[in-house]
């Protein structure tokens, strides 16, 4: 693995002003993506994992603010040549915030047909992106539009590149947003959920295009999802999200054979396994995320937790413990190893 990581998110908080008050989706996350490496972001919904992928590129603008963080890019520092630089403290036009959108960094949306312009043809938005990143012609971007559709699999691209998003089924246009995602190569892509509304075909058929650029492009991808399957055959590393922060990080393997967070475990036992699980019941989490305007006191997964510690998880907040390489946030594990100073709420 490159020792130093392409992107560093570093005690991150995102929240949205309601009228009942501030809602802190985002509640000082960290994280780390590696170059060529695949990170899984994992949670139910509500848990934030789409607010810190959009705080990234800070898309949240005018909707969310990010009260307080680091997102460090050393893309353009990797060999130790370029610079590297907070995302989040760059002015609103800064040339390298417009580089990363599009160009460096990639993102495709969990859903296309509400990403995608619908009064643009498929071909109108590549060319744009094309000549924004890259600085093609129209002609040779046109060239280009149609290679980047036949490689995302489009059936006749020579024609499909003229049609309105509209006239392209769910796939087809997660396909053509794919394609604008990677038309700059970037050096990460950020992937929110891109088969969730897609049949389990054309999901396997995402997967297989995502992996195979990733192995062409040597590309980091970031990959949110709630699907422990896809997590299994994506991922490299994974972070296990609940109510707006990181409470278990671990290699792939690690965490499959060996969850420790109560939460992990969980939503591992919850998953059907063939031949196992025929005949009985599949154990459920008890409850749902709870609203972050009304966060439980302590561990926030207390109300929910199998392995809850009356009067220590229902009132003080857990550490994040370190174990070798992995981390977890929970205070079962607090005499095992190294403490991560300041990581309690
Ligand atoms: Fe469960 Fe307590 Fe660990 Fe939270 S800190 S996950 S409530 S055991």
Redesign the pocket.
Known sequence: MDQRPLLEISGLHTGFDTFDGKVRAVDGVDLEVHAGRTLCVVGESGCGKSVTARSILRLLEGTGTVDAGTVTWNGDNIAGTGESFDVLSLEAGDKRLQKLRGGDVGMIFQEPAASLLPLRTIGAQLIETLRIHTGLDKKAARARAIELLDSVGIPDPHRRVDAYPFQLSGGMCQRAMIAIALCANPTLLIADEPTTALDVTTQARILDLIRSLQAEHHMAVMFITHDLGVVAELADEVAVMYLGRV?ERASVEELFADPK???TKALLASVPVLGRDRGRDLPTIPGTVPNPLHRPR??S??PR?A???AG??DVDA?PEVRLGSRTV????YESFEDTVEGASA
């Open positions: 409470v967070h109560p939460y302590g561990c997964f207390h937790c392995e809850a510690i220590t998880c857990p946030e929970c205070v079962l």
